[in-house]
């Protein structure tokens, strides 16, 4: 049997990481900026994540949702402390797909309505609602396609009022996110976000955040919809709550009431996904990574800012869009082939994105720049 072949691949093969650094199978060491879609928030193989997932595998692995898991509530409790979301609930999934699929659920249970509001150049996922509310034709199966999904031009405030008055009866949510990643981070202004937390109130929908890519302090706060001063109904969470352990969940507002059999999960919450998550915490926590992201963010925009060939910079912390005035995938492939560097694409093609660990320092901030740097002066010179 052959692999499903939906990945063009790189013809590398990793075999150890620590921190920032990947070795491939030949020896050869790469500077991962990217972290496999910005899941590695705390560096590969931390020794404490190492620590915590070992202890508790020699313990105990798996069980389902049928039983007391005191792991679950320290989770939520840490979580809801160190993210200033104390009195919400938490339900644990397995991905941010999942997440989004949750909480689009229980906005439909709560409001009894079926339609959404999403924005262009999102992306929330690839699984039903999920991509269903996603902005991209090209992955979305006829058996996903729905007329209850409303897009709508992203920072839009006015053509946002204006669905508002025309479906606001109808809505049952509005989904955005933190800061929109595979569509080229790009960043909803602080009145767009607010129009938002507004309209909803008014016509009596959720808002929900997706923070699956901009949460767990990536852009310097825990969630990047701090940074305006909102609090949504719902936020979903993923990639970096992990640290490469497959783990997603849902921060539910405490106007949401549960009943049982509401939401289920199989592998959601197990003892291991939790274990994981509790070490990102402590890790974030204890090494002051939130901090690190603001600076290290700051510092690496200071210095792409006016480099020769670079159009625009936008991001928050270490959630960083890079735009060139041309496609950037040749400089993505000499990047990782002549300076091995990790660095990600989005549908922008002009947009090179740094996800990198929020462990980063200056001294691996500056080899991508040196490397960055020449590849652009290449170009100006030629």
């Given at each position: 049997?052959?692999?499903?072949?939906?990945?063009?691949l790189?013809?590398?093969?990793?075999?150890?990481?620590?921190?920032?650094t990947?070795?491939?199978?030949?020896?050869?060491?790469?500077?991962d900026?990217?972290?496999?879609?910005a899941?590695?928030?705390?560096?590969?193989?931390?020794?404490?994540y190492?620590?915590?997932?070992?202890?508790?595998?020699?313990?105990?692995?798996?069980?389902?949702?049928?039983?007391?898991?005191?792991?679950?509530?320290?989770?939520?409790?840490?979580l809801?402390?160190l993210?200033?979301?104390?009195?919400?609930?938490?339900?644990?999934?397995?991905?941010?797909?999942?997440?989004?699929?949750?909480a689009?659920?229980?906005?439909?249970?709560?409001?009894?309505r079926?339609?959404?509001?999403s924005?262009?150049?999102?992306?929330?996922?690839?699984?039903?609602?999920?991509?269903?509310?996603?902005d991209?034709p090209s992955?979305?199966?006829?058996?996903?396609?729905?007329?209850?999904?409303?897009f709508?031009?992203f920072?839009?405030v006015?053509?946002?009022?204006?669905?508002?008055?025309q479906h606001?009866?109808?809505?049952?949510?509005?989904?955005?996110?933190?800061?929109?990643?595979v569509?080229?981070?790009?960043?909803?202004t602080?009145?767009f976000?607010?129009?938002?937390?507004?309209?909803?109130?008014?016509?009596?929908?959720?808002?929900?955040?997706?923070?699956?890519?901009?949460?767990?302090?990536?852009?310097g706060?825990?969630?990047?919809?701090?940074?305006?001063?909102?609090?949504p109904d719902?936020?979903?969470?993923?990639?970096?709550?992990?640290n490469g352990?497959?783990?997603?969940?849902?921060?539910?507002?405490?106007?949401i009431?549960?009943?049982?059999?509401?939401?289920?999960?199989?592998?959601?919450?197990?003892?291991?996904?939790?274990?994981?998550?509790?070490?990102?915490?402590?890790?974030?926590?204890?090494?002051?990574l939130?901090?690190?992201?603001?600076?290290?963010?700051?510092?690496?925009?200071?210095?792409?800012?006016?480099?020769?060939?670079?159009?625009?910079?936008?991001?928050?912390?270490?959630?960083?869009?890079?735009?060139?005035?041309e496609?950037?995938?040749?400089?993505?492939?000499?990047?990782?082939?002549q300076?091995?560097?990790?660095?990600?694409?989005?549908?922008?093609?002009?947009?090179?994105?740094?996800l990198?660990?929020?462990?980063?320092?200056?001294?691996?901030?500056?080899?991508?720049?040196?490397?960055?740097?020449?590849?652009?002066?290449?170009?100006?010179v030629?």
């Open positions: 049997m052959n692999l499903f072949d939906v990945y063009p790189f013809n590398i093969e990793p075999v150890r990481a620590a921190g920032l990947v070795w491939d199978k030949e020896g050869k060491k790469y500077l900026l990217y972290g496999g879609h899941v590695i928030s705390i560096g590969h193989s931390h020794p404490h190492v620590k915590r997932i070992a202890r508790q595998l020699y313990d105990i692995g798996f069980y389902s949702n049928a039983v007391q898991m005191p792991l679950q509530q320290e989770l939520a409790e840490k809801g402390r993210s200033g979301y104390k009195e919400y609930s938490l339900f644990l999934c397995n991905s941010g797909a999942e997440a989004n699929e949750n689009l659920k229980l906005a439909s249970f709560q409001t009894g079926k339609k959404v509001i924005f262009s150049a999102s992306f929330h996922g690839r699984t039903s609602a999920a991509v269903a509310a996603t991209d992955i979305v199966a006829p058996i996903n396609q729905t007329e209850n999904i409303i709508v031009p920072n839009d006015v053509a946002f009022d204006e669905t508002l008055q606001g009866q109808e809505l049952a949510a509005v989904i955005v996110e933190g800061i929109q990643g569509g080229g981070v790009n960043i909803p602080t009145d976000l607010k129009a938002l937390d507004s309209g909803c109130k008014k016509v009596g929908a959720l808002l929900i955040l997706d923070e699956v890519q901009s949460g767990y302090g990536r852009s706060k825990f969630f990047a919809h701090q940074h305006a001063g909102i609090k719902l936020i979903t969470v993923a990639k970096g709550m992990g352990f497959p783990v997603g969940g849902v921060l539910i507002s405490p106007e009431e549960a009943r049982h059999g509401m939401l289920g999960t199989t592998f959601g919450g197990n003892y291991l996904a939790c274990a994981a998550s509790i070490a990102v915490l402590e890790v974030i926590e204890k090494e002051e939130l901090e690190n992201a603001t600076i290290m963010g700051h510092y690496l925009k200071e210095k792409l800012e006016g480099m020769p060939g670079v159009k625009a910079v936008r991001g928050q912390g270490l959630m960083i869009g890079i735009e060139l005035h496609p950037c995938a040749g400089i993505r492939k000499e990047l990782l082939n300076h091995c560097i990790f660095t990600g694409s989005s549908s922008n093609k002009n947009t090179l994105r740094l990198p660990a929020l462990t980063i320092s200056k001294a691996e901030a500056d080899q991508f720049i040196k490397a960055f740097s020449s590849i652009l002066a290449k170009k100006v030629a």
